[in-house]
């Protein structure tokens, strides 16, 4: 009788835990929270993975920066730069506060890497923006958001697009985690 309890203890529990390596699977879902997706931009000289909302928005085009680097686009409301490169905050914000044709009005989120503001043509609508520098590994890149056309992003849509900004991981270092 005890042969016959072991063998269904031994199927169920293979049953549970699964087969092949579950440090890949739960590793992966850890890093992409539910409604977005990794976008992989290793085909764009940038070897990361970054999470980017899911199809339900409008469809994810990725294309090569003319200057280098990529953007990535999800519908109207997601629309961001990466290239890899340092940096320099102290320029971004020279830029922001000094602009001919925008008056800054404040900045939303400020930090060492990382700024959003809000600025506005005299008699228009206010915009927000974004740029940050993140790290992953041993490299760093510029994450900033792009109109496309005459787009004009709220300040929900450029916090969701710095929220994927800080997920970007190279993507050896996925690779090797899962090893």
Known sequence: MKKLF?????FVTLAVTGCGNSDTNNSTADTIPQ????AD?????IPVLINV???TI???VITADPQGGAN????????????EGEG???IRKNDVKNDAIRKFIKYVIEDRNTIVWEWQIEGQTSEFHFYSIVKAG???????????GEEIFSEKSVVQMLDAARSIRLKEAVKKEGV
Not at 35 to 38: D, L, N, P, R, S
Not at 41 to 45: I, N, V
Not at 138 to 148: H, N, T
């Open 58 to 60: 409008g469809p994810l």
């Open 35 to 38: 409604g977005m997706v990794a």
């Open 138 to 148: 041993d490299k760093s890149f510029e994450v900033s958001d792009v109109a496309v």
């Open 41 to 45: 931009l290793s085909k764009y000289e």
């Open 6 to 10: 072991f063998i269904p203890a031994v």
């Open 88 to 90: 320099n905050m102290e």
């Open 72 to 83: 990535v686009n999800v519908g109207k409301n997601f629309c961001i730069n990466i290239v």
């Open 53 to 55: 909302p899911d199809s």
